[in-house]
């Protein structure tokens, strides 16, 4: 499994979807999103430079989880590659921790690169918090890795394109991604898994505490996920 797991992170690695959307794009658009925003000081309670730098990695880290270990997924299952190697000694659920390893080894990249350019932009922090940041968004990464491998078996893989995407631009909107949601409908947003994804972020970045209820709501997030992940893929094995 070992094996598997450096193959598919090398394959990640190479892949122009993920270099584009998952590295270049967040911190592209990082550099706008500060510039758009330079006449405001804080946004929920901490610098703009601050807040874009959490929210451009979490885009980066979701975009690995989702745009590349999704679609892959679908097209191994596509190409019969999947089925193949369930006729190895793999074990029945090395396929799925391999895919979520290799997304987790990925999603560093996209973090420390947004982190480098932030830093760049003037974002100040000790070392240690800098340690705990990208802990904090590294760990959070694996909700939406198990969420990717549930979306690769959710559908067929002709139809799952346009379904990730739907799914993630749905979780940018409302995690709060490009703006901060005030409000009643803030008040629902807050709830969602990617608003909760950036909110982990930023407690690790202020110090801060959080509530008993945001973590709940993490917890059965990765709960969720990660049963739906097993359910479908064990569907995927009986259908083939």
């Given at each position: 499994?070992?094996?598997?797991?450096?193959?598919?992170?090398?394959?990640?690695?190479?892949?122009?979807?993920?270099?584009?959307?998952?590295?270049?794009?967040?911190?592209?658009?990082?550099?706008?999103?500060?510039?758009?925003?330079?006449?405001?000081?804080?946004?929920?309670?901490?610098?703009?430079?601050?807040?874009?730098?959490?929210?451009?990695?979490?885009?980066?880290?979701?975009?690995?989880?989702?745009?590349?270990?999704?679609?892959?997924i679908a097209l191994e299952r596509k190409s019969g590659?999947?089925?193949?190697?369930?006729?190895?000694?793999?074990?029945?659920?090395?396929?799925?921790?391999?895919?979520?390893?290799?997304?987790?080894?990925?999603?560093?990249?996209?973090?420390?690169?947004?982190?480098?350019?932030?830093?760049?932009?003037?974002?100040?922090l000790s070392g240690s918090e800098w340690l705990l940041?990208?802990?904090?968004?590294?760990?959070?990464?694996?909700?939406?890795?198990?969420?990717?491998?549930?979306?690769?078996?959710?559908?067929?893989?002709?139809?799952?394109?346009?379904?990730?995407?739907?799914?993630?631009?749905?979780?940018?909107?409302?995690?709060?991604?490009?703006?901060?949601?005030?409000?009643?409908?803030?008040?629902?947003?807050?709830?969602?898994?990617?608003?909760?994804?950036?909110?982990?972020?930023?407690?690790?970045?202020?110090?801060?505490?959080?509530?008993?209820?945001?973590?709940?709501?993490?917890?059965?997030?990765?709960?969720?996920?990660?049963?739906?992940?097993?359910?479908?893929?064990?569907?995927?094995?009986?259908?083939?």
């Amino acid at each position: 499994m070992n094996t598997l797991i450096k193959l598919e992170v090398l394959r990640i690695l190479r892949n122009r979807r993920y270099l584009i959307f998952s590295i270049a794009l967040p911190a592209g658009l990082y550099l706008l999103m500060v510039s758009a925003y330079q006449g405001l000081d804080q946004l929920a309670g901490v610098s703009v430079k601050a807040y874009f730098m959490v929210s451009m990695a979490t885009l980066g880290v979701v975009s690995a989880s989702m745009n590349t270990n999704a679609m892959r997924i679908a097209l191994e299952r596509k190409s019969g590659w999947a089925r193949q190697l369930r006729l190895t000694a793999l074990p029945s659920y090395g396929y799925v921790v391999a895919k979520v390893a290799s997304t987790a080894v990925s999603t560093l990249p996209a973090i420390l690169v947004t982190f480098v350019v932030g830093y760049a932009e003037g974002v100040k922090l000790s070392g240690s918090e800098w340690l705990l940041l990208a802990l904090t968004l590294w760990l959070g990464g694996f909700i939406f890795a198990a969420l990717g491998v549930a979306l690769g078996y959710a559908a067929s893989p002709d139809s799952l394109q346009p379904i990730v995407m739907i799914v993630y631009m749905i979780l940018l909107m409302l995690g709060g991604t490009y703006f901060q949601i005030t409000g009643s409908f803030g008040d629902f947003a807050k709830w969602t898994p990617m608003a909760l994804y950036n909110q982990l972020g930023r407690v690790a970045q202020s110090g801060s505490s959080l509530g008993m209820g945001a973590v709940s709501a993490i917890i059965a997030y990765a709960a969720v996920f990660a049963v739906l992940a097993a359910f479908l893929y064990q569907r995927d094995r009986k259908e083939a």
